[in-house]
């Protein structure tokens, strides 16, 4: 079975552009999640999405949003990027109740 | 609200010796626990999870924790370190019984060295 697959692994932009990352999830687990990971902050939950519907959300602010596609494919997006949004990006999917499946995540830097 | 502490950034040990990482948690409803490890340049992979059946849980690559309720501990251990278990480790956290399965709550992080 495939795992969780994470575009692009690494990209680099500069403040105020935006940016958009995919994942795409293991075959049947409906639950996508995203997490910002970075030295300071650690691990920290983005946002949950759950067949097309958001379902949890971390305190992020509105620059981060995200989607999810009825094939259960989610995309996250950055707008007016700041040179704190330097981060690796880690997208998890999982079940309907169950463990957390990890991708490669994408490393972003913003210069 | 949940919180996961973890004791120590940086835990050195040799070859051989026995692996201990500290976790506590702090949660007002019944928890589920985990431990994941993250290799350099790769996302989180579970060791093992506690999720309300037995206490002492058995994980991949020799690893086990042990829940305690009335110490708020999830620590990890092994018996005996490998090189290649050179890794980050993270205790996560998260509710029974809550909707939001894709959720957690991790600790900072331990780093763990193995020296020959």
């Known amino acids: 079975k495939a795992g969780v697959t994470q575009t692009p692994r690494y990209l680099i932009k500069t403040r105020g552009q935006q940016v958009t990352l995919s994942c795409s999830p293991i075959?049947?687990?409906?639950?996508v999640s995203w997490y910002q990971q970075t030295p300071g902050q650690g691990l920290q939950f983005l946002f949950e999405?759950?067949?097309?519907?958001?379902?949890n959300k971390g305190n992020f602010p509105g620059r981060f949003s995200g989607r999810q596609f009825s094939n259960s494919r989610s995309e996250m997006n950055v707008s007016t990027l700041e040179l704190g949004d330097s981060a690796l990006y880690l997208c998890?999917?999982?079940?309907?109740?169950?463990?957390?499946?990890f991708g490669e995540g994408s490393r972003l830097t913003v210069l | 609200a949940q919180s996961v502490t973890q004791l120590g950034s940086h835990v050195s040990v040799s070859e051989g010796a026995l692996v201990l990482l500290r976790c506590n948690y702090s949660?007002?409803?019944?928890?589920?626990l985990f431990w994941y490890v993250q290799y350099p340049n790769q996302g989180l992979q579970l060791l093992l999870k506690?999720?309300?059946?037995?206490?002492l849980v058995k994980g991949i690559n020799g690893f086990e924790a042990e829940f305690k309720k009335s110490e708020t501990s999830f620590h990890l251990t092994k018996p005996s370190a490998h090189m290649s278990d050179a890794a980050e480790y993270f205790c996560?956290?998260?509710?029974?019984?809550?909707?939001?399965?894709?959720?957690?709550?991790f600790g900072q992080g331990t780093i763990l060295t193995v020296h020959p």
């Open positions: 949660s007002s409803v019944p928890p589920y």
């Open positions: 998890a999917s999982t079940p309907d109740a169950g463990e957390l499946f």
């Open positions: 999405y759950f067949s097309e519907t958001q379902r």
């Open positions: 075959s049947g687990h409906r639950s």
């Open positions: 996560a956290v998260s509710e029974q019984g809550g909707t939001s399965y894709g959720k957690l709550t």
């Open positions: 506690y999720t309300s059946a037995a206490t």
